[in-house]
């Protein structure tokens, strides 16, 4: 692992995965490759622009053309896949674009990467490839669809996507798993939790109640507001995909948790008591269709294999969150503007001025 193509990497989770590795000595070039949509961010990235390492490329994943052209200039041994699109309400309104992005691009990341890293290019049956590459697909809890009040994901447990987003996410494994079986591509799959941290777009539920309860507006909860998820700090998330690029046997898949249970209400009245903002600023709205009820992780195969455990505490990691969106308004506040607006009604049937 010393050249590193990251897409997506303008994005919440890239971007942080991009600062966390990019102190390595023994990396010697990450080139990002994001097409800068709604959630992508270069400020994400500010601190490591100069760096001589760091090369961004705008650019669709779906581009073959382009995707042929990065491998062929940069000659890439390691491939981390973030680029998607990630966000459950948006998936049931354009769902076709999630099924291109997620899969149609995961494909084509694949078919370029095979092709580059191939002994043979041109002999369908060769399995040989050049030595330490490695594909890694960063995918999500959600492809196994809801679980009851108890027990956990595992590797195993048989995907059951419930949304358009879940569904294009497994289709992706799926693919990837493909070109493990039917060429021998060195891959690895990682499935985590729910992230939060810092850079994450402001329309997942950590950032979107820290900044409406900052700014004294209504917290629109689907429902009871008691779905459960698992938490992991994006922190957490990057070392595990360092970890598993490092020692992970090729072919495998690691579930990345934080061992955090927490239903949304929860959440919201941590944040509530953090910015000692009041309850009744908490609306309940109409739940949105499929809504998974809970998901859990379990990361026992991650920890007993390869040693990696969350450092993070879901108390100290909120707070910490919260600290940072509090010390960054400015890079809220100049997300939240413009098309954010009328996605915001669209989505919660609330209205969120700017001011």
């Not at 329309?203 to 979107?208: A, C, D, F, V």
Request: hydrophobic share 35%; glycine share 8%; aromatic share 10%.
């Amino acid at each position: 692992m010393k050249r590193l193509l990251v897409t997506g990497g303008a994005g919440f989770i890239g971007s942080n995965f991009i600062r966390h590795i990019l102190p390595r000595p023994d990396i010697e070039q990450v080139v990002n490759l994001d097409l800068l949509t709604y959630a992508g961010n270069l400020r994400n990235l500010s601190d490591v622009s100069e760096d001589p390492r760091y090369t961004f490329v705008r650019g669709d994943i779906r581009d073959r053309a382009l995707t042929e052209e990065l491998f062929a200039r940069y000659a890439p041994d390691t491939v981390v896949h973030f680029a998607a699109e990630s966000h459950v309400d948006r998936s049931i309104t354009e769902p076709e674009v999630f099924l291109t992005t997620n899969a149609v691009g995961t494909l084509t990341l694949l078919e370029a990467a095979k092709s580059a890293w191939s002994r043979s290019p041109g002999d369908k049956h060769c399995r040989e490839y050049q030595p330490g590459v490695r594909f890694l697909q960063v995918s999500t809890d959600e492809v196994y669809g809801a679980l009851g009040p108890v027990g956990l994901f595992r590797e195993d447990t048989p995907l059951a996507p419930n949304s358009p987003y879940a569904a294009s996410k497994a289709s992706g494994d799926l693919l990837v798993r493909a070109f493990a079986q039917t060429y021998g591509l060195p891959v690895n799959i990682t499935r985590c939790s729910n992230n939060y941290g810092p850079y994450q777009f402001p329309e997942k539920l950590i950032p979107l109640m820290i900044h409406n309860a900052r700014t004294g507006r209504p917290l629109p909860v689907y429902g009871d507001g008691l779905q459960v998820r698992d938490w992991l700090h994006v922190n957490d998330h990057c070392r595990a995909i360092e970890t598993v690029l490092e020692r992970g046997r090729p072919g495998e898949i690691y579930n990345v948790g934080g061992s955090n249970e927490r239903t949304n209400l929860e959440i919201i009245r941590l944040i509530l008591q953090e910015l000692e903002a009041p309850e009744d600023l908490i609306v309940h709205i109409q739940d949105r269709p499929g809504h998974d009820r809970r998901y859990a992780i379990d990361s026992g195969k991650l920890q007993r294999e390869l040693g990696w455990k969350p450092r993070y505490t879901f108390e100290e990691g909120l707070r910490e969150t919260v600290r940072w969106y509090l010390e960054h308004e400015a890079w809220t506040t100049e997300i939240v503007s413009g098309e954010y607006q009328q996605y915001y009604a669209a989505m919660y049937g609330l209205e969120q001025e700017t001011t």
